[in-house]
């Protein structure tokens, strides 16, 4: 990726290659050298506090090796507790806390899947006096914690495709005696992808896809009869995100846009397969997680995006407390809490912007101390970063569209070059303000960085997104365009220096904007850009995939009745018509991308 960043670099605006082997070497150099600090690894993956909130537990990389460390909540003394054997920065997936004592991680390895580890600590007040890590059990995966449940946990393994569920005591020196049979938690239990367990630990919730009629559907255990029967069935692209089930498994807390435009907070009653009410409801975007509580018994808040950036919005009297605590204590809006303890006394929590990667602190309430104990990526603190705004443009037919422009803090001209980076995607993605490398390395090095919401892109509700299906090339280019008109028009940028540049969708839609618009683009650059549309139907991944196969032509269009049009929209088959210096990259491992 930085390789491959600075050769873009040098297609830009202002980079001359040649110039600067013969006149300035030094330069290059220092580009490169810039852009390897900015894609340096970020400290921290994912923490998470004990129970009694004396200690976090860190996921991190430590070069290429994925690992888990122990901080000391009153000493801050840091102590590996595990470090995966592979040079694979993602071959911890996640862990969490069994106990006080005790963490139990999920690894996956290529060729032989998913095991779970069991790290057994010995602490003191202020330190870790002895680690003991071991293989709980093999080719299996985590479904529930039971943070209420000392050494207990509900596991899955999957056997001939289907997953069997188990209750097992880690105190237990015979792990493999507890997996028999007899014991399986979800026997009489239809073939479901996703479980939701209540507080007590008993399995309650089973989702799955109805190949026959596409249709996604929620079972749920009847009461009076024990057996399990759907209890919710709609259609594949509604969201109804189960989140949380009531202590008498008769009420659904669920995220969904079924019955309205945006997702909300709702209450679905089980027994009679209806909403009840809603709870939660932004009236301009999509709320995006609820906020569970340490015990896994209620839901504290819900999280959504609001002006670029992410904001939590608490339902309980002492979450609102102790959001106003930490925004007193911070001076900062854009905090919000990351991991609570049991009793919620103690908090992690995390601010962010867009010139900051992140930081974490540690938040106790009874004493309403609040200490930094980690930084994201503090090596770029040299650097002057840029703050991010939000752009609004009116598209060709008349849609809002949200973009945001990060301009260059130091430039010689009043109207730094741009260039657009369109996200990928194309559906249910989206940029928000918080700091992107891209847009501050490029911004860092003098140019301005536009990154726009098109149509498709997600948090916008589901009448935005659908606007976007089958619209390559065309109804999400005009979105695009439509914002470098805007910025163009505030005389924030140089109208005659402009160059675009994406990964994946945004890289298809580098070349089909080279391809149409050289009016307004001096050049462009694709990484593992889609350039053929209709190949995508033939590609190896597809064949015999039917849903998946579904599930593109909805999204690019039907290659039976349209192939033309998806001709006319491929990069592949209009290259003639690039007239403007364009860049690209593609390798072999995303096999999907042609």
Not at 365 to 389: G, V
Request: contains cysteine; glycine residues 6%; neutral net charge.
């Amino acid at each position: 990726m930085k390789t491959i960043l600075f050769i873009i670099l040098a297609l830009l605006p202002g980079f001359a290659v040649a110039d600067l082997e013969k006149e300035n070497k030094s330069i290059q150099r220092k580009t490169l050298e810039i852009t390897k600090k900015f894609f340096k690894p970020n400290n921290i993956k994912k923490l998470k506090i004990s129970p009694d909130g004396k200690n976090i537990a860190i996921m991190s990389n430590s070069g290429t090796k994925a690992q888990i460390s122990l901080l000391n909540t009153k000493s801050f003394d840091e102590t590996l507790i595990l470090q995966h054997a592979n040079n694979d920065p993602l071959a911890i997936i996640d862990y969490n806390w069994v106990d006080n004592n005790s963490i139990v991680s999920e690894t996956f390895t290529k060729g032989k899947g998913w095991d779970l580890y069991l790290s057994e600590l010995t602490l003191s007040e202020s330190k870790v006096t002895s680690v003991k890590t071991d293989q709980l059990l093999e080719n299996t995966f985590l479904i529930d914690p039971l943070p209420q449940s000392e050494n207990k946990l509900i596991i899955g393994r999957n056997r001939s495709g289907k997953a069997s569920l188990y209750k097992i005591d880690t105190s237990q020196k015979n792990i493999y005696r507890q997996l028999r049979r007899e014991f399986r938690l979800n026997r009489h239990a239809p073939d479901t992808s996703y479980w939701l367990t209540n507080s007590k630990g008993q399995i309650s919730i089973g989702y799955s896809l109805n190949e026959a009629n596409s249709k996604n559907e929620i079972w749920a255990r009847n009461h009076k009869t024990r057996q399990w029967e759907v209890a919710w069935e709609g259609e594949e692209d509604v969201i109804f995100n189960p989140v949380l089930i009531s202590k008498d498994s008769k009420i659904l807390y669920v995220l969904s846009n079924e019955n309205d435009n945006l997702v909300s907070l709702y209450r679905y009653s089980i027994p009679e397969k209806k909403y009840i009410d809603k709870i939660y409801g932004h009236p301009n975007t999509d709320i995006n997680s609820a906020i569970i509580g340490p015990n896994r018994d209620e839901i504290l808040g819900v999280s959504f995006i609001e002006n670029g950036f992410i904001k939590h919005e608490y339902l309980m009297q002492v979450e609102k407390l102790l959001k106003g605590e930490l925004e007193l204590s911070l001076r900062e809006s854009r905090a919000y809490v990351v991991d609570l303890n049991q009793d919620k006394s103690v908090a992690i929590v995390q601010t962010s912007s867009s010139t900051d990667p992140g930081a974490f602190h540690l938040f106790k309430r009874h004493s309403n101390e609040l200490i930094k104990f980690s930084s994201q990526a503090p090596w770029l603190k040299e650097f002057n970063l840029s703050d991010t705004q939000v752009i609004k443009s009116k598209s060709s037919d008349g849609q809002i569209i949200e973009s945001y422009l990060t301009l260059p803090t130091s430039t010689n001209t009043a109207q730094p070059p741009l260039i657009v980076i369109p996200h990928g995607g194309p559906i249910s993605v989206r940029y928000t303000r918080h700091f992107n490398t891209h847009a501050q390395l490029l911004a860092t090095l003098g140019y301005a960085v536009l990154q726009p919401n098109y149509r498709g892109s997600s948090g916008y509700g589901k009448e935005f997104k659908h606007q976007g299906l089958r619209q390559w090339g065309r109804l999400i280019e005009d979105d695009i365009y439509s914002s470098i008109e805007e910025v163009i028009s505030q005389k924030l940028v140089d109208s005659s220096n402009i160059c675009i540049y994406g990964i994946s969708y945004g890289g298809y839609s580098a070349l089909i904007s080279a391809i149409n618009r050289p009016d307004i683009f001096k050049c462009a650059a694709s990484y593992a850009g889609v350039t053929d549309l209709p190949l995508l139907f033939s590609n190896n991944v597809l064949t015999g995939d039917e849903r998946l196969n579904n599930i593109i032509e909805r999204i690019v269009g039907d290659p039976h009745t349209d192939i033309e049009t998806l001709k006319e929209y491929s990069p592949v088959y209009q290259a003639h018509k690039i007239k403007i210096p364009i860049f690209i990259a593609q390798g072999g491992w995303i096999k999907l991308l042609t």
